[in-house]
């Protein structure tokens, strides 16, 4: 495959620097290293990226759930790399050649016709950043593969959706009482992704109910479980978080299952390593997270979730010309012996803010200082009409515990952050408020 692949050097001697995955942090970083080395003709800066559209994945829930319209919400790649001066490459990274220092893309093709648009190459580096994100970790579970959903793109949050939606509309045309279990959703995992759709489908079901839908009563016909391995929901998370937000959802009436280990997905039904059976229609798998199998495979040292080993500037122990950031990085978190930064949205912007001064330091011949990771707390949504737990960490200089309403702006900045870091202050303004009148005539639910 290698000898057929086609070579794709930009037309020019300045150097080149690759980056791989266009999430959060890696579009961030591309935008601003396009903006500060692209534009000026100081280095050409390329992201390699297997989608065409850009979405924050924190609001896949939300996107799931039909809170959030993707048609408003996403980013073409193509135009985001004309605005800032970077060059977008369509397509899915699939090996690297080290000796070559020669980045392996395999062909796109199209899905209906089954035609190529675009050929496989060979992509040319001088400094790579593999910022790919992660995947669900299924720890080898029969049948999570075969009969559950993830979260990990927009076209699965968008398919759960639309099964959302369809079974709703088969249960309020069928003639006979609906059966046990019908239009229940097991949600596997009770972290943060796992607690917020859980509330976020609350919401939800009811908004969809209330568009003439008289057949079903939410009350009765829809149950929300949330199953979790550890003794508390939000394990990860301080214990007083894990408390308030196990109260909300009680008040929502969801059903939590904490100490319970699932030792099978069935085709409409979770089974329990007790022996119990939870009935549910439509199962998403929450539950871990690991790097794509890929990286592994790359010639460079990876841990046992696929994350490349990276030091304290966040290069390749092995390399010190390929970065990793993000989910797919494995950093030791400075202070907390034995531990890693955890695999959060605030980490990836702050290692692509620290690589956007790092990388320049390094073209300009300078060392940079060790990166730190800083936690500033973690913020929990709990839907539109619950209130958002949170712990505010260095960012006030010691603990400051907030809910209700301030609660939510702090976890709504947090998107405004990402979309200032790509747009900047005066266009994030704009769409905002365009977002706000359009609201206003929609909807507060997608109904397809």
């Not at 790919?132 to 959706?161: C, E, K, Y």
């Not at 301080?238 to 969801?254: G, K």
């Not at 059976?277 to 997270?289: L, R, S």
Request: aromatic content about 6%; hydrophobic content about 45%.
């Amino acid at each position: 495959m290698a000898r057929t692949m086609v070579p794709d050097t930009p037309p020019n001697d300045r150097p080149h620097i690759v980056i791989v995955g266009g999430g959060a942090g890696g579009l961030e970083l591309a935008t601003r290293l396009g903006d500060t080395l692209g534009r000026r003709g100081r280095a050409t800066v390329t992201l390699i990226e297997r989608g065409r559209t850009h979405f924050w994945k924190p609001h896949l829930h939300e996107l799931a759930a039909g809170s959030v319209d993707l048609d408003v919400h996403e980013l073409d790649y193509l135009a985001q790399s004309h605005w800032h001066g970077f060059k977008y490459r369509y397509g899915e990274m699939i090996g690297l050649d080290r000796a070559s220092r020669e980045v392996l893309v395999g062909p796109v093709m199209d899905e209906e016709q089954g035609e190529e648009i675009v050929p496989a190459r060979r992509i040319r580096y001088d400094l790579l950043v593999l910022a790919v994100g992660s995947n669900i970790n299924d720890f080898g579970t029969p049948g999570v593969i075969d009969h559950a959903m993830a979260l990990d793109s927009t076209a699965q949050a968008d398919r759960f959706h639309r099964r959302l939606v369809n079974a709703f509309l088969r249960a309020h045309a069928q003639t006979v009482p609906l059966r046990r279990g019908q239009l229940d959703v097991a949600i596997v995992g009770a972290g943060a992704t796992g607690v917020e759709l859980a509330a976020e489908l609350h919401n939800a079901t009811r908004e969809l109910v209330s568009f003439s839908l008289d057949n079903i009563d939410p009350d009765k016909h829809i149950r929300l479980h949330l199953i979790e391995a550890s003794p508390r929901i939000l394990p990860a998370l301080p214990e007083r978080i894990s408390v308030a937000a196990r109260r909300m959802l009680d008040e929502l009436n969801v059903e939590v299952h904490c100490d319970a280990r699932v030792a099978e997905v069935l085709p409409q039904a979770v089974r329990l390593a007790d022996g119990r059976v939870i009935d549910a229609a439509m199962v998403v798998w929450a539950a871990g997270v690991k790097a794509a199998p890929f990286l592994a495979k790359l010639g460079i040292a990876t841990n046992a979730l696929n994350q490349v080993k990276v030091d304290a500037r966040l290069r390749s122990v092995d390399d010190p010309d390929i970065y990793a950031l993000g989910d797919c990085a494995a950093v030791e978190w400075a202070g907390h012996p034995g531990r890693l930064v955890p695999p959060r949205a605030q980490a990836a912007h702050q290692q692509a803010m620290y690589l956007v001064k790092a990388l320049r330091r390094r073209l300009a011949g300078k060392t940079s200082p060790a990166w730190r990771y800083r936690d500033f707390g973690s913020l929990v949504s709990l839907g539109e009409y619950s209130t958002v737990g949170n712990l505010m960490g260095n960012f006030v200089g010691g603990n400051l515990w907030l809910e209700g309403l301030f609660a939510r702006w702090m976890y709504q900045s947090l998107y405004k952050m990402h979309e200032i870091a790509l747009h900047g202050w005066w266009k994030t303004s704009l769409t905002t408020l365009a977002r706000l009148i359009a609201r206003q005539t929609e909807p507060r639910v997608k109904l397809h």
